[in-house]
């Protein structure tokens, strides 16, 4: 089945600082990601759409300069937080779609829990 | 997106079957009802999902009413690994569309 990895699977940084959090589609190719971000005892809530080759399209509220996505190929897209703060530690999660399947199913990475301390 | 309505919280016997509504009373022609489950602290795992007719496959079944404005999703002997939050999303299925996902029920099954 496809598979969808991510990685760091936890990290914790300081307030300030940035990380980068990878994903990547190891099994299919996919023109399309999604970025999830997961506060406890609540739902995912979408970040932004990340498209290979162009601009990630970002939802009403999330800041596009605070989270870069960067999506350079068919197999693998990177959420950069900068400057990150306390309030970003988080649950990431990522989701992919096999750009070579007629059924557009969503596949979901494991997760990146953050902590800024 | 047409919005789900889904139940809280549900609890379950372990061996029995789970049976979790979900309402999609504005679910639009082209729109597929899916159910992801997330058990803690992973990401979501995909179920099953339907357009119009019941859906079934080595998980789950998937019952829509005719007139789809509401379907139910059943696992037919619940264990304690079933026990997650379950997502009820009506969503196109298209290149470029993301899921959308509401507060899902909390299944908890016990032994």
């Known amino acids: 089945g496809a598979v969808v990895s991510q990685h760091p699977s936890r990290v914790i940084c300081k307030s300030g600082t940035s990380v980068k959090i990878e994903c990547r589609s190891l099994?299919?190719?996919?023109?399309?990601m999604f970025w999830y971000r997961q506060f406890p005892k609540q739902s995912l809530m979408l970040m932004a759409t990340s498209n290979e080759g162009s601009k990630a399209t970002y939802e009403q509220g999330v800041e596009k300069d605070k989270f870069l996505i960067n999506h350079a190929s068919l197999t693998l897209s990177t959420l950069t937080v900068t400057s990150a703060h306390p309030e970003d530690s988080s649950f990431y999660i990522c989701?992919?779609?096999?750009?070579?399947?007629?059924?557009?199913?969503?596949?979901f990475g494991p997760g990146t829990r953050l902590t800024v301390t | 997106d047409a919005k789900t309505t889904q139940p809280t919280s549900m609890d379950c016997a372990e061996g029995r079957a789970a049976n979790l509504p979900c309402n999609h009373s504005t679910i639009s022609g082209n729109e597929y009802v899916y159910w992801y489950r997330q058990i803690h602290s992973q990401g979501p795992q995909y179920i099953i999902h339907?357009?119009?007719n019941n859906e079934t496959n080595e998980m789950a079944s998937l019952i829509i009413t005719e007139d789809r404005k509401s379907s139910t999703l059943i696992l037919p002997h619940a264990t304690l690994r079933d026990t997650a939050v379950y997502y009820c999303i009506a969503a196109e299925s298209q290149a470029g569309t993301a899921l959308i996902f509401g507060k899902g029920t909390t299944l908890s099954v016990s032994s």
């Open positions: 339907g357009l119009k």
């Open positions: 099994d299919f190719q996919a023109t399309t």
């Open positions: 989701s992919a779609i096999n750009s070579g399947s007629n059924s557009y199913e969503q596949y």
